[in-house]
């Protein structure tokens, strides 16, 4: 049921202007996408499915000889899908560096994307410092490692005894529960890091 009501004003709709349009000699044939199609999100399966279908089908086009450009849009500042989120949704999409896009600058990024020759763009913002600093902490998207230097991870956990390095050997001379304290405190930080708290 959650597949059929993204897939079908999707995926059918995209998929019947197609075949009704094939033989005309079309100016444009624009498909609104998501950025969801190319970065995925958690618990947005369908919807990233049915936005990957877009851009592949402004492939297909392209490859018939067709006109297509499928726009896989990051968020908009108070229009669509974005009109519904709150301040914290807004605030932890600005943490991982991808900040609404205002509508004159959406707009403008149409025009543009209409005149360049690609089968799929991604219009979006993309906030550098963020990616940074998500970067520093390790948790910047692979996608976006191309573009902030990610620092290279070095290991600076000393062997212990048994020959255990990295976390297991942190744990190795630990009694029970400072092995339980230490798991706690490594559990707190990640989750408080992905909520976007400042500690722990």
């Keep these: 049921e959650r597949l059929e009501r993204v897939l079908r004003p999707k995926v059918d709709a995209a998929w019947n202007l197609h075949e009704l349009t094939r033989d ?5 044939f624009a ?4 950025s ?3 970065f995925g999100g958690p618990g947005q399966g369908n919807y990233a499915a049915a936005n990957a279908f877009l851009d592949a089908l402004a492939a297909h086009r392209r490859a018939e000889g067709l006109t297509a450009t499928s726009l896989a ?19 932890r999409m600005r943490r991982a560096g991808l900040p609404p896009l205002p509508v004159a600058e959406g707009l403008a990024l ?3 994307a209409l005149t360049v020759d690609e089968a799929a763009l991604v219009p979006m913002r993309v906030d550098l410092a963020a990616l940074r600093t998500q970067a520093a902490q390790g948790a910047v998207s692979p996608l976006f490692r191309g573009l902030v230097r990610v620092p290279a991870r070095r ?3 000393a ?3 048994g020959g255990e390095t990295g976390l297991a050997g942190r744990l190795a001379g630990l009694s029970e ?3 339980e304290r230490l798991l706690l405190d490594l559990v707190r930080g990640q989750v408080a890091t992905v909520l976007g708290y400042a500690g722990a």
Excluded at 24 to 28: E, G, I, T, V
Excluded at 74 to 88: F, I, K, N, V, Y
């Design 159 to 161: 062997v212990v005894p």
């Design 155 to 157: 290991a600076v956990d």
């Design 177 to 179: 529960s400072e092995q």
């Design 24 to 28: 005309l000699d079309l100016a444009a």
């Design 36 to 38: 969801s199609g190319v």
């Design 73 to 91: 849009w990051g968020l908009w500042a108070g229009a669509g899908m974005g009109s519904t989120l709150d301040e914290a949704d807004i605030a």
């Design 31 to 34: 498909l609104f996408s998501s």
């Design 110 to 112: 149409l025009d543009t």
